[in-house]
């Protein structure tokens, strides 16, 4: 089992940023990647960014250049650096962790709105 923990959501002005993050614990061992999602109501849960355990990373064409996804193996936390937010990009953020026998994990989501 992996547990995570999300946080840094909020309120941003239109052209500001935000970094959330989200700590993993229990079977760490065990993940081969990480990511962020994001879900308006009503709709499905959308990749914005993946990272691997490898260090490669997967962006939505609609944040690359904006977006920044990294890891900190040291302290189990996976970091999503977002500028230059827009009124789009306002949704719940989930953290997701694949295992390597491909079981998904979640976290509870982080609200960020951007707003004037």
Do not use: H
């Not at 993940?31 to 490898?54: D, F, H, N």
């Not at 064409?61 to 996804?69: A, E, H, L």
């Amino acid at each position: 089992q992996v547990q995570l923990v999300e946080s840094g959501g909020g309120l941003v002005q239109p052209g500001g940023s935000l970094r959330l993050s989200c700590a993993a614990s229990g079977s760490i061992f065990s993940i081969y990647a990480m990511g962020w999602y994001r879900q308006a109501p009503g709709k499905q849960r959308e990749l914005v960014a993946a990272i691997t355990s490898g260090g490669n990373t997967n962006y939505a064409d609609y944040v690359k250049g904006r977006f920044t996804i990294s890891e900190d193996n040291a302290k189990n936390t996976v970091y999503l650096q977002m500028n230059s937010l827009r009124p789009e990009n306002t949704d719940v953020y989930y953290c997701n962790a694949v295992s390597d026998a491909e079981c998904d994990y979640w976290g509870q989501g982080t609200q960020v709105t951007v707003s004037s």
